[in-house]
T-cell receptor
């Protein structure tokens, strides 16, 4: 089956710094990637949808200047949390979708802790 | 707009007993429905999906779900659970644009299987 990886799996950073999370589709070309965040004991909330080569579409309430998304190739999307604060601590999960099945495949997630 | 309600936040059950995890949805368009499983600190794994056709859908690990349009439900069932089924389960609905459009998730149900 299709495999999606995320790196890093865990990251701890100081308040005010920026963190980059990578999402890669390992064996298929992902025309669309989705970024979700999940707070403890809560569901996944879609943050943004990115299509290769174009700007990401952010969900209402998500700050596009704080959560920078780049989808520069068909196998890689990155999420950069800029000037991170403790309230940004969360589990970030990406998913990738590609032709022909268009099914979404989820990455293993990245645990971000901001101290 | 679409929404998903998982009626039980936690379901405890004994090993080898049957289980049903309930999911109701609302949508103004045709829906595609999914069940995902999430083990601690991991991403999501697709259990099964309903796109069209037979309303009884069989998935991996012995799970099945039935799409009931009149009751707007998509309950997940397993006739005999194992300890290894302990996890969190999410019901999700996609928008009507494509089979695998943006996903809206329910709040999740934690299934705990006791020996």
């Amino acid at each position: 089956g299709a495999v999606v990886s995320q790196h890093p799996s865990r990251v701890i950073c100081k308040s005010g710094t920026s963190v980059k999370i990578e999402c890669r589709s390992l064996d298929f070309q992902a025309t669309t990637m989705f970024w979700y965040r999940q707070f403890p004991k809560q569901s996944l909330m879609l943050m943004a949808t990115s299509n290769e080569g174009s700007k990401a579409t952010y969900e209402q309430g998500v700050e596009k200047d704080k959560f920078l998304i780049n989808h520069a190739s068909l196998t890689l999307s990155t999420l950069t949390v800029t000037s991170a604060h403790p309230e940004d601590s969360s589990f970030y999960i990406c998913s990738a979708r590609g032709e022909p099945s268009y099914e979404q495949y989820f990455g293993p997630g990245t645990r971000l802790t901001v101290t | 707009a679409q929404s998903v309600t998982q009626l039980d936040s936690q379901v405890p059950v004994f090993e080898e007993a049957p289980v049903e995890l309930r999911c109701n949805y609302s949508s103004s368009v045709s829906v595609y429905l999914f069940w995902y499983v999430q083990y601690p600190n991991q991403g999501l794994q697709l259990l099964l999906k309903y796109l069209s056709g037979s309303t009884l859908v069989k998935g991996i690990n012995g799970f099945e779900a039935e799409f009931n349009k009149s009751q707007t439900s998509f309950h997940l069932r397993k006739p005999s659970v194992h300890i290894s089924d302990t996890a969190e389960y999410f019901c999700a609905v996609s928008d009507g644009g494509t089979s695998y459009g943006k996903l809206t998730f329910g709040q999740g149900t934690i299934l705990t299987v006791h020996p």
